[in-house]
């Protein structure tokens, strides 16, 4: 019987997760990364993982856990799935646990859980505020293991160009570039998992990683892919800025009794811990008393852009309120964030145990994504599988915390297995495609290589990819008017029409840096036209989707995902229906209890 193998493109926690499941099956492994998997982008993810094991007695379950995930996303995520993800999650903190993640513990021995936002249950597990880093870390162990097994194969620094598709549209493997070399190459695969992040870096600065650009999925779309729910992008509500990029401080802040405030008094510039009680705004707590500053983050977002930009209180004048945790214990503190407030010493230059911090809101997740099905296949391009950020199913119009690590587990649990099972019931593998199919595609993505490289331009793709990053953020992000989104669609016009006459300021055939970032900037051109155009469609406020001149939910129009396909240049928005099976349609709100 043959052997298949499957490529697994990206180095997270869903990519490092498929790639253990189909390691475990027999099937031999090509995991690609562009840096080196222990720095791939699931290290951000500080604050915790959810799963609901009531250790505090509480009397939360997984159930909860579903529903507090649906109404969260207000009812636009396929429920039988999040029922599958909620279901799975205590095992799966059992069996990261049993890996070594050094998860904290209470003093009697007990995983220790902390609140996220969302919901009222203690249901957050955590290693300090480097959850992620930890989990990551514990991942590669197993896949390095099964690496000196001979059953993995690592191309890191390799980036992922394109699909090869043979005549029948069936998905034969990848064509990839390696970042050092310049050198194009194709792989042959029975199937290819992808894993490959968000897409932070079509808003310009974010508290995503520099190398979230969703290239991969924008070059999936261009072959037929289908992209899911492109409008719903979440503004997490804590960051700092900085120059190069936006630094988020983590949930586990106000999880663990970090208080949002401002001064009630307009350009108050007395210093913070000189402002009596009385005289701070705690507006999270007046205005949503049940959960406070544990409402989910769309609410919270929208909560300081009325703060800041309506009621003229941001702290002296301008774009930030006050995240405190001063009153908190210094011990607590260490043992708990360690990690996400020394960030915030080391590129802000106070401690934020004795001042409290500056914040302000980011873009942050990418809940729109690549369409697949419940076996994380996208099913019109067979061969392709998609898990963790880069595809749209757990979270629906907006994302709870925590739950971002337990949906890339969860999704590469899924598609390891389910690639491993199609690429076996194959009639003809990719060994017996034709040497030509792969041949035409290395060709193709050389001449794109040198179409970019012998341009004689006079445009720099830095100064568009800002431009492009400043009108999406201003238009495409907390705020939506259908007027500027279509006067963001006509400003994407002029930048995809400028970046025909870029000029590369590195020619060089050797880690050319300036070519695959040029190449990245055309991708995200695209993909910033599909979430424009959703958003621009879709004429309600749902989540993190958020429109006054629509401000409530529609569900008799627009209870649907959102299912965009590119066509010769053009793209089009269909619609399908949202599983609604498990938990019943309500009014989503969080002044008061469920």
């Known amino acids: 019987m043959r052997t298949p193998r499957i490529i697994i493109v990206g180095g997270g926690l869903a990519g490092l997760m498929a790639t253990i499941r189909v390691a ?65 999650a205590p095992a799966i903190i059992d069996l990261l646990d049993r890996m070594g993640v050094m998860f904290n513990r209470t003093p009697e021995g007990l995983l220790d859980f902390r609140r996220f936002g969302g919901t009222l249950y203690h249901r957050t597990a955590f290693a300090g505020a480097t959850t992620g880093q930890q989990l990551l870390y514990a991942l590669d162990e197993q896949v390095r293991r099964h690496e000196t097994e001979g059953k993995v194969t690592k191309y890191e620094g390799w980036t992922f160009l394109s699909a090869v598709i043979d005549n029948t549209g069936v998905c034969r493997g990848i064509c990839a570039m390696n970042l050092h070399t310049m050198e194009v190459r194709t792989f042959r695969a029975d199937a290819a998992i992808f894993c490959t992040g968000g897409i932070g870096a079509v808003f310009g600065r974010s508290t995503n990683s520099v190398v979230c650009t969703g290239s991969a999925q924008a070059a999936l779309f261009q072959q037929g892919v289908y992209y899911a729910n492109g409008e ?84 002296n004048g301008e774009a930030a309120v006050y995240l405190d945790v001063t009153h908190i214990p210094r011990d607590v503190l260490d043992r708990k964030l360690e990690g996400i407030l020394e960030i915030y010493e080391k590129f802000v230059g106070y401690d934020p145990r004795e001042e409290p911090m500056k914040v302000f809101p980011a873009m942050h997740y990418t809940m729109g994504g690549l369409w697949v099905d419940n076996d994380q296949q996208a099913t019109n391009v067979p061969g392709i599988y998609a898990a963790g ?106 930048l995809e029409a400028r970046y025909q006459k870029i000029n590369l300021s590195d020619r060089t055939q050797w880690a050319n840096q300036t070519l695959n970032f040029a190449r990245e900037l055309g991708n995200m051109l ?14 309600e406020t749902r989540g993190a989707h958020y429109k006054p001149d629509f401000p409530e939910r529609d569900d008799k129009n627009w209870l649907k995902t959102t299912k965009a396909s590119y066509n010769g240049g053009r793209i089009k928005l269909d619609y399908e229906p949202v599983d609604i099976s498990q938990i019943p349609l309500r009014e989503r709100k969080y002044t008061a209890a469920k």
């Open 24 to 88: 475990e099956s027999g099937v031999p492994v090509d995991l690609f990364s562009i840096v080196p998997v222990k720095r791939s982008h699931s290290v951000c993810a500080q604050g915790g993982i959810n799963a609901a094991k009531n250790l505090k007695g509480e009397g939360d379950s997984t159930y909860k856990h579903l529903d507090d995930t649906i109404y969260g996303g207000d009812f636009l995520a396929n429920q039988t799935l999040v029922k599958g993800m909620c279901d799975a």
């Open 389 to 494: 950020e880069c595809e749209y199913q757990y979270h629906g119009a907006n994302r709870l915390g925590a739950n971002s690590l337990v949906s890339c587990i969860y999704g590469g649990m899924l598609a390891g297995p389910a690639a491993v099972k199609y690429s076996r019931n194959l009639e003809k593998g990719a060994e017996s495609v034709g040497e030509s199919v792969f041949e035409a595609e290395r060709t193709r993505q050389r001449e794109a290589n040198d179409k970019l490289l012998h341009q004689q331009g006079t445009e720099n793709p830095i100064t568009i990819w800002k431009e492009m990053g400043a009108t999406m953020t201003e238009n495409v992000t907390v705020i939506r008017y259908n007027k500027a989104m279509e006067a963001t669609l006509a400003r994407i016009d002029e």
């Open 232 to 315: 719903f992008i979440q503004v997490h509500p804590t960051a700092i800025p900085g120059e190069d990029k936006l630094r988020l401080m983590s949930e586990s802040a106000r999880g663990e009794g970090g208080r949002v405030w401002v001064p009630r008094q307009p350009g108050d510039k007395r210093p913070p811990k000189s402002i009596p009680e009385n005289e701070r705004f705690y507006f999270l707590e007046e205005w949503y008393p049940k959960y406070a500053n544990l409402v989910p983050r769309d609410v919270a977002t929208r909560a300081i852009h009325k703060i800041v930009f309506e009621d003229k209180l941001g702290i």
């Open 526 to 539: 695209i993909l910033a036209r599909v979430i424009t155009i959703g958003a621009i469609a879709r004429d």
